[in-house]
């Protein structure tokens, strides 16, 4: 985040745009290549070394299908660049979900931020320097940088160090694993998208306004967010009932943390704001209230996502793949419908990411809440 700060408040807008591009593509880019079994290494960790195994294959060949993607819709002026993006990107995931399995907190953390760390002192330079590279390449090779950096924690901490390994049936891995690709891929887009669809919709200036907001009223929850998910998938696996107990007398609680944490973030940011002045201008009441609504109901959203990552099953997962794409259908009308009575684009972008949200939260805590009741095993009514 203080690299984001830094490029939104000494950068032009087309370094900004082009930032934010590369800071959207490193989340989406790693879906596709890893075909879910990134999760698979969280819910079975005695089948680590054999998902290892298909992903030292699958991640380069599925990469280079990104990287094509990429280059022919024109978001990158290059397939190679793409293709080294979602290996970068899937290899971190891995690495980060392996480590995060086996319970090595620091490493996984190291695993999923060392790039950020890397990027702010690279900005830093440049900011003293005033030398200024390509953004998108730079940031590609920090990621890859930290890929073999952890690969050799990796090789000293292999997965028959970490737990007892079995070999388990490749197609029960991808059945689910393509599951939560898909899931996978609408949380992305639902995170990510917003920034590429301003980037290639609107000007650098509609892109660096949107990502600059961003930068200071919704990406400070993340560090809440990303800590709810580091713990709460391993968690949840070893302590079920109590979660079950939790969620149906706690409620209060579950609503109004996020609710007083979106609230006081989104206050910070206002102030960093008039203390940084970035040159984007004034701050911009409409985005900053939808991105409150925004880290609110995505700070709600880690509970079910880390229960149905870890119990739900694949019926189950395709129950929720279809309702997340119907909910996608108010999603567009609403952006469809701004757009053509007169909004701009990054406040039709945002009323839409936000109105997404909303559903998917709706969503992901009725199949939760339908998952514990089927598994406590109450008779129907």
């Not at 259908?329 to 039709?348: C, E, I, N, Q, T």
């Amino acid at each position: 985040m203080l690299a984001d700060m830094l490029v939104s408040s000494l950068f032009s807008p087309d370094d900004i745009s082009d930032w934010a591009l590369l800071r959207s593509l490193i989340g989406i880019s790693a879906v596709l290549p890893l075909i879910g079994l990134d999760q698979v290494l969280v819910r079975r960790p005695a089948a680590s070394a054999q998902v290892l195994r298909l992903l030292s294959f699958q991640v380069p060949v599925l990469s280079c299908v990104v990287g094509v993607i990429l280059f022919i819709t024109e978001i990158l002026p290059n397939w190679w660049i793409g293709s080294l993006l979602a290996i970068g990107s899937a290899a971190s995931l891995a690495q980060f979900q392996y480590f995060r399995s086996h319970h090595k907190r620091v490493l996984s953390q190291l695993a999923q931020q060392g790039w950020k760390i890397a990027a702010f002192v690279m900005v830093g330079l440049m900011v003293v320097t005033g030398w200024r590279g390509d953004l998108i390449l730079s940031g590609v090779l920090l990621v890859l940088t930290t890929n073999i950096v952890m690969a050799g924690a990796m090789l000293r901490l292999p997965p028959s160090q970490l737990h007892p390994q079995t070999t388990e049936n490749v197609g029960k891995h991808y059945a689910i694993g393509s599951r939560f690709m898909v899931t996978t891929l609408l949380l992305a887009m639902s995170v990510y998208a917003e920034q590429v669809v301003v980037n290639r919709l609107g000007n650098s200036t509609d892109a660096a306004l949107y990502f600059t907001s961003a930068t200071y009223f919704l990406f400070p929850i993340s560090f809440l967010n990303g800590y709810l998910a580091f713990l709460i998938g391993p968690w949840l696996r070893d302590n079920h009932d109590r979660f079950a107990g939790f969620l149906h007398t706690r409620w209060l609680v579950i609503v109004g943390f996020p609710a007083a944490a979106a609230a006081l973030l989104n206050l910070l940011g206002w102030w960093l704001w008039q203390v940084v002045t970035p040159p984007v201008g004034q701050v911009d009441p409409v985005l900053q209230g939808l991105f409150f609504l925004m880290a609110f109901v995505r700070t709600l959203y880690a509970l079910p996502s880390g229960y149905l990552g870890v119990f739900g099953m694949p019926h189950q997962h395709d129950i929720l793949i279809l309702l997340q794409i119907v909910a996608l259908v108010p999603v567009v009308a609403l952006f469809l419908g701004l757009r053509w009575v007169g909004f701009d684009l990054v406040h039709s972008v945002a009323a839409a990411s936000a109105l997404n949200w909303c559903c998917r939260t709706l969503v992901g805590y009725g199949m939760t809440a339908k998952i514990i009741w089927l598994r406590s095993g109450e008779p129907r009514v």
